[in-house]
């Protein structure tokens, strides 16, 4: 939520800002129609002139719906720029920044293209900041404004860019997140406006009311950062064991695993050997008989298969020489491979 000063109320921070020599300032404001602001309401005053002299104001300076930004000396005033019509009913965007070396002072309006004034030396006073009216603390110069994702830093200028990221509603912890000294989000602050960066939280005089806030990315609240020593890396050498892990489980980085490991869930252990070649049976479970493994080794001799009703000879790569004699034969048959048959033989069966 926002916060909407209604043109009742307003909000002043402590001093100690207006400190530095170069200070850059954003905010999103929101209008409505009929705002029907006297002249010189003030939308965000940082010091001024009479009260604390040095800083800037935004400001309508007539009712017909201009605003400008004034850049405060220690003895006057000057009008940096005006924007004729500012867009009422939506959120639009501000940023002042001011330097005291040159000078230079620029107002960029909803835009990344400034508006750039080099004649007034604003005055570097240390002053409060005020919303939604002056730097009085009696709620004078009141403005009919809503107010959302204030941010002050002081020791740097934006640049375009980092405009253009407020501009796409990109958090200031986020777009420029150098020298920021003050921060109001303005989320959800009934009894005062904090200052989430600094503590320069703004106390509320009359009477405000909360709005509905622009949309905003910001960083992630889940975000944790923790300090490690200076060792370039860092390995894990014993074994760790985290909650849910049904067995300890081993964190060994970058070490090949050498050895057979026993899983959680395994009927029988399992070797793991990655990188290593199996060169031996292994027996698996499930298997009816063992069953023999050999890579990468050729056959060299006879094996004999369980379901063979006689043991069948192998022989690889061997040439049969020989006569053999196989089970179902009623008499022995002779085989005599590339040999000639050269006499008259007598089979069995001929009559002669």
């Keep these: 939520m926002a916060h909407d000063f209604a043109g009742t109320g307003s909000a002043e921070s402590g001093t100690g800002l207006n400190a530095n020599a170069k200070i850059s300032f954003a905010a999103k404001l929101f209008v409505p129609t009929g705002h029907g602001n006297a002249q010189f309401d ?11 002299a040095g800083g800037f104001t935004i400001e309508t300076p007539a009712a017909t719906g201009n605003i400008s930004v004034e ?9 940096v720029a005006t924007y004729s019509s500012f867009p009422l009913d939506q959120w639009f965007t501000v940023v002042v920044t001011s330097d005291t070396t040159g ?15 080099t004649t007034t030396t604003r005055g570097a006073l240390s002053t409060s900041i005020a919303f939604g009216g002056a730097t009085r603390a009696t709620a004078t110069n009141l403005c009919n404004t809503t107010i959302a994702e204030a941010v002050y830093s002081e020791g740097v200028i934006w640049t375009a860019d980092q405009v253009q990221m407020l501009l796409d509603g990109v958090s200031p912890q986020l777009a420029v997140p150098d020298g920021i000294v003050a921060y109001w989000p303005m989320v959800r602050d009934a009894s005062s406006i904090r200052d989430v960066v600094g503590g320069f939280n703004a106390a509320i005089t009359g009477t405000t009311a909360v709005a509905d806030h622009p949309r905003t990315l910001r960083p992630s609240s889940r975000s944790v950062f ?26 060994s980085p970058l070490v090949q695993v050498t050895a057979a490991t026993v899983e959680s869930g395994d009927s029988t252990s399992s070797t793991i050997s990655p990188l290593i070649q199996i060169s031996a ?3 698996e479970s499930g298997d009816a008989t063992p069953s023999a493994i050999i890579s990468l080794v050729q056959v060299a001799g ?3 298969e369980e379901g063979d009703v006689t043991a069948s000879p192998v022989v690889v790569l061997d040439q049969i020489v020989a006569n053999q004699t196989e089970s179902g034969d009623s008499v022995a048959a002779t085989i005599s491979p ?3 048959i050269a006499p008259t033989q007598a089979e069995n069966g001929d009559i002669q």
């Design 281 to 283: 049976a292994t027996i």
């Design 338 to 340: 590339l040999v000639q």
């Design 71 to 79: 850049i405060f000396t220690t003895s006057a005033s000057a009008v």
């Design 302 to 304: 006879n094996v004999a």
């Design 42 to 52: 003030r939308h965000v005053e940082l010091g001024g002139f009479g009260a604390a």
């Design 226 to 251: 923790m300090p490690i020593s200076a060792a370039s890396s860092v390995t894990i050498t014993s074994a760790q064991t985290e909650s849910g892990d049904v067995t300890s489980s081993t964190l």
């Design 103 to 117: 000078p230079s002072n620029k107002v960029y309006f909803n835009s990344t293209t400034p508006i750039t004034e």
